[in-house]
């Protein structure tokens, strides 16, 4: 069933949290796959410390000297498997 699924998971991740407090700091939180340039920017994939993570795409559009005011920001696209 669904829900005994989602509990597994809900155990599974407080188990992960109490018990790997050595290894949780010395991981990254992103580690750099492949990445592509762009017209716009640059397009990094991925990896994240996720059970249900399939692909994480990260987009860093360039920052333009002559736009004083406008901050780009990142946009991570993060595609998980839900089941």
């Known amino acids: ?3 005994d699924r989602f ?3 809900i155990f599974d991740w407080l188990r992960r949290l109490i018990f790997s ?3 949780r ?3 990254k939180p992103y580690e750099r796959l492949e990445s592509w ?3 716009k920017g640059v397009l990094h994939k ?3 410390d996720t059970p249900s993570a399939v ?4 987009f860093s559009p360039f920052r333009h000297h002559n736009a004083k005011n406008a901050v780009p920001h990142d946009i991570h696209i ?3 498997h839900l089941s």
Request: glycine fraction near 4%; hydrophobic fraction near 30%; include cysteine.
């Open 46 to 48: 991925v990896r994240r």
């Open 78 to 80: 993060c595609l998980d």
């Open 1 to 3: 069933m669904k829900i």
């Open 25 to 27: 700091n010395s991981s």
């Open 37 to 39: 340039r762009g017209y």
């Open 7 to 9: 509990l597994l998971d």
């Open 21 to 23: 407090r050595k290894s």
């Open 55 to 58: 692909d994480t795409y990260v």
